[in-house]
């Protein structure tokens, strides 16, 4: 595996670089197999942090690594569907030791505002994992890696706000 766990300087565990990845490349396929029915039954910090909220309504507890994956302003990767199976793929050429991240606002359409600790130049102050909320430049430069499950559920709100669905 090309990547490791350890002790990061944005918040907590992230995930880090073992080698030099490509851009373009998968980085990991993530496990979506563990569903959760009740959504109450999670403790607050499991729903805030630990939660994937996806098309249909369906929500997934994430495991290691990907759930130790920090938000980033300024993400080197994405998460893309591809054949069925959730992919972490570099956005950009990554160093090796440099930690992955990625902006919890890509495919994100839920309220949580938190306190961002990225420390990138573009940093916006909050995590807002809202696509529709961000300032519309960022849109557009993160319109080319929404998932399509995202474009299917939003495609009124996407065509409304100008973006082209195909």
Not at 27 to 56: F, G, K, R
Not at 92 to 105: F, P
């Amino acid at each position: 595996m090309k990547i490791t766990v350890k002790k990061s300087n944005i918040e907590g565990l992230g995930v880090f670089a073992e080698e030099d990845i490509k851009k373009g490349e998968i980085i990991l396929s993530m496990d979506d197999s563990h569903v959760v029915a009740d959504v109450n039954s999670l403790t607050t910090y499991q729903q805030d942090y630990e939660c994937d909220w996806l098309a249909d309504g369906k929500v997934i507890l994430m495991q290691a690594p990907e759930k130790h994956i920090n938000h980033s302003c300024d993400p080197n990767t994405y998460v893309k569907t591809i054949d069925g199976i959730r992919k972490v793929v570099a956005m950009r050429n990554i160093k090796q030791g440099e930690e992955l991240t990625y902006d919890y606002a890509i495919n994100g359409y839920y309220d949580c505002d938190t306190p961002c600790h990225c420390e990138s130049k573009t940093c916006r102050g909050t995590i807002s994992p809202n696509f529709f909320k961000l300032p519309r430049d960022r849109q557009l430069d993160y319109f080319p890696y929404l998932d399509e499950w995202f474009k299917e559920k939003f495609k009124v709100e996407l065509e409304n706000g100008g973006f082209s669905i195909k």
